[in-house]
Structures are given as C-alpha cells and as structure tokens.
C-alpha cells in the first residue's frame, strides 16, 4: 500500500483544516487507515483510524469533538477534518494503514506509512 498524504499548513487557533490520505497498491478497503502526529521532540501519537467495512471508529481523547476521520472508498481515499485547532495541534501528521483493528493506536503496529503534511497552528 502507497500512501499520499496531502492538505496541511498554517491555519490560526480555531480555524480548520481537512487532511487528505489516497491510497493506491492493494487493496484499500482491507485495511484500517489512521491518522498519527508528530511534535517536535515527541514521539509520534495516535490520533484517529476507522475501519472497513462498517466505519467504526476510535479517537484520541484530545481530539474528540473536534476531529472527524471518513474515508471514501470511490477514492481510496481517507480524511481527517479537524475543527477547532490548537496551537498544541502543530505537528507533522501521517497516515498510515493496517490490517489491524481501530484499537491499534502504538504506531509501531502499523505496517504503512504516508510521508506526511505539516500542520502549524498559530495563537
């Protein structure tokens, strides 16, 4: 699975973004995709992921309310719309996919990976 992760940049604190992830290889809908971010100096967290078939669904704690995962089968495609953001939101987001379950959130886990979009939130 090849993953292109597109739709950072810098946005104010409370505004919006909506990430993109296209998945081309095999076959996308065997796989639980997921959104990870990266601080700087941090270590890479779990933030989202769904699974296929049925959209379940698992969130970050900080993120719930506030991020919406989805994904588009049509596309192969996997979003994240995050509303409400934070200047703590800032990092390096990736997405990722598994054949795993949506419980999955140590990123070691997961076997591929997007080269991922860069995500500024100013105060």
């Known amino acids: 699975v090849q993953l292109q992760a597109s739709g950072g940049g810098l946005v104010q604190a409370g505004g919006s973004l909506r990430l993109s992830c296209e998945a081309s290889g095999r076959t996308f809908r065997a796989y639980t995709m997921g959104w990870f971010r990266q601080a700087p100096g941090a270590e890479r967290e779990f933030l989202a992921a769904i699974a296929w078939p049925g959209g379940s669904t698992n969130y970050r704690d900080s993120v719930k309310g506030r991020f919406t995962i989805s994904r588009d089968g049509a596309k192969n495609t996997v979003y994240l719309q995050m509303n409400s953001l934070r200047p703590d939101d800032t990092g390096v987001y990736y997405c990722?996919?598994?054949?795993?379950?949506?419980?999955?959130?140590?990123?070691?886990?997961?076997?591929?990976w997007g080269q991922g979009t860069q995500v500024t939130v100013s105060s």
């Open positions: 990722a996919a598994d054949p795993g379950s949506v419980r999955h959130t140590l990123a070691r886990s997961w076997q591929y």
